[in-house]
């Protein structure tokens, strides 16, 4: 069985400061790993993978993560938050015998302020 | 627009009825998948399916709740006597047939029970 912990349900920042959000996965295989980002009243853009290539990602708007197998974690980061950033983050991991079926963390609403 | 369509973007509800809420998926794609958000929660996993066929509905409630991918038109996930708690945000998400580890999202269906 697979599960995904975000570390922090809300994260505020100050504008042009580094954005760090917390990922943590169980799975018994391989995983693969996703960050989707949900702004308000609108569905779910995925913002980066990992798929067992490179462990560092990089990911749209400036996001990247680092998938680390011994700490078993896949922390979201951005080196300087905009107020555009401002929206909730998932987590999610999926593996082969699953399909493409997403198991998601409980989310992390970021918050940047001016 | 070759996305995941889904319909109708809101649905208001009187406890007792029912409420269809519908998913085209991307072009080329023949699973489906449904997720249900309740406020300030994550993403639960309710049913995955291909077409003519459910796959896994392990997340399913077992009474009120069902789900069809007939081999013409949409997805649908049916929820007869609505209650107050099935008010949320309903996700369709669609992949191709093998394996990517990747889902593509719609807007979501938000369900208000009064």
């Known amino acids: 069985a697979q599960s995904v912990t975000q570390l922090g349900s809300h994260v505020s920042v100050s504008e042009g400061a580094l954005v760090l959000l917390r990922c943590n996965y169980s799975?018994?295989?391989?995983?693969?790993l996703f960050w989707y980002v949900q702004y308000p009243n609108q569905g779910l853009q995925l913002l980066l993978k990992?798929?067992?290539?490179?462990?560092l990602v990089k990911g749209i708007n400036g996001f990247e993560a680092e998938f680390k197998k011994s700490e078993t974690s896949f922390h979201l980061t951005k080196p300087s938050a905009h107020m555009s950033d401002a929206a909730e983050y998932f987590c999610?991991?999926?593996?082969?015998?699953?399909?493409?079926?997403?198991?998601f963390g409980g989310g992390t609403r970021l918050m940047v302020k001016p | 627009n070759a996305g995941v369509m889904q319909n109708p973007r809101h649905l208001v509800r009187r406890r007792g009825q029912e409420a269809r809420l519908r998913c085209s998926p991307m072009?080329?794609?023949?699973?489906v998948y449904w997720y249900r958000q309740l406020p300030e929660e994550g993403l639960k996993f309710m049913v995955y399916?291909?077409?003519?066929?459910?796959?896994?509905e392990s997340g399913m409630p077992k009474e009120r709740f069902s789900a069809e991918f007939p081999k013409e038109g949409p997805s649908i996930l049916r929820i007869q006597q609505v209650v107050r708690g099935d008010s949320a945000a309903y996700f369709c998400?669609?992949?191709?047939?093998?394996?990517?580890?990747?889902?593509?999202f719609g807007e979501g269906s938000r369900l208000t029970v009064l």
């Open positions: 999610a991991v999926s593996d082969r015998n699953a399909g493409n079926m997403l198991t």
């Open positions: 072009k080329g794609h023949s699973h």
């Open positions: 990992y798929t067992s290539a490179a462990t």
């Open positions: 998400a669609s992949s191709p047939p093998t394996f990517t580890g990747e889902l593509f």
């Open positions: 799975s018994s295989v391989p995983p693969y």
């Open positions: 399916l291909q077409k003519e066929n459910i796959i896994d």
